[in-house]
Antibody
Framework: QVQLQESGPGLVQPSETLSLTCTVS????????WSWIRQPPGRGLEWIGYIYYTGSPKYNPSLKTRVTMSVDTSKNQFSLNLTSVTAADTAVYYCARIRLAAQLAKYFFDYWGQGTLVTVSS | QSVLTQPPSVSAAPGQKVTISCSGSNSNIVSNYVSWYQQFPGTAPKLVIYDNNRRPSGIPDRFSGSKSGSSATLALTGLQTGDEADYYCATWDSSLSAVVFGGGTELTVL
């Protein structure tokens, strides 16, 4: 059974960089894609981006200028950096495994972390 | 404003059937597969339907999905109070080059 666990600061200052790490256990990261999704309090889900185990990230165009993702297969981890944060970036951040086959137009998230609340405030 | 449109809420009595719609367009639902997620308050979403109509292992056959044109539907039969949750649809949008979610539907089992 694949398990994912987010970690990182729960409070980030405005204009600073939000940094989170997701640790994967129960299976290898190899051959899979990994993703970040966020959910502002009381609101819906927003996809942030995904990254293959070899790298090659793809970001949501709405966040592309501020997002960087990376992967470290030796630690079974992948990470998210979001720069120049504002109060609008306050949300529960989830990491998830995304199953995708672009040529077949198939995308879905089969395993999720429990989520971590990140508040942007001074 | 979400790219995919869902009703904010639906309700039905225990034992009854309920459907949740997800309306999109040519660039998303028409040309890509749809998935559905169940989310209880304070917990992570859980995959209940993928590839329009396939159920992951462990999801009861009371849950079913379908797609026609630019709309997808999640159906739940034999409703139980434990089904009360928020439900989200999702797919790829080829114009936006992004995974998009519906705004979510709150299911109440009266």
């Amino acid at each position: 059974q694949v398990q994912l666990q987010e970690s990182g600061p729960g409070l980030v200052q405005p204009s600073e960089t939000l940094s989170l790490t997701c640790t994967v256990s129960g299976d290898s990261m190899y051959t899979y894609y990994w993703s970040w999704i966020r959910q502002p309090p009381g609101r819906g889900l927003e996809w942030i981006g995904y990254i293959y185990y070899t790298g090659s990230p793809k970001y949501n165009p709405s966040l592309k200028t501020r997002v960087t993702m990376s992967v470290d297969t030796s630690k079974n981890q992948f990470s998210l950096n979001l720069t120049s944060v504002t109060a609008a970036d306050t949300a529960v951040y989830y990491c998830a495994r995304i199953r995708l086959a672009a040529q077949l137009a198939k995308y879905f998230f089969d395993y999720w972390g429990q989520g971590t609340l990140v508040t942007v405030s001074s | 404003q979400s790219v995919l449109t869902q009703p904010p809420s639906v309700s039905a009595a225990p034992g009854q059937k309920v459907t949740i719609s997800c309306s999109g367009s040519n660039s998303n639902i028409v040309s890509n597969y749809v998935s559905w997620y169940q989310q209880f308050p304070g917990t992570a979403p859980k995959l209940v339907i993928y590839d329009n109509n396939r159920r992951p292992s462990g999801i009861p056959d009371r849950f079913s999905g379908s797609k026609s044109g630019s709309s997808a539907t999640l159906a739940l039969t034999g409703l139980q109070t434990g089904d009360e949750a928020d439900y989200y649809c999702a797919t790829w949008d080829s114009s936006l080059s992004a995974v998009v979610f519906g705004g979510g539907t709150e299911l109440t089992v009266l």
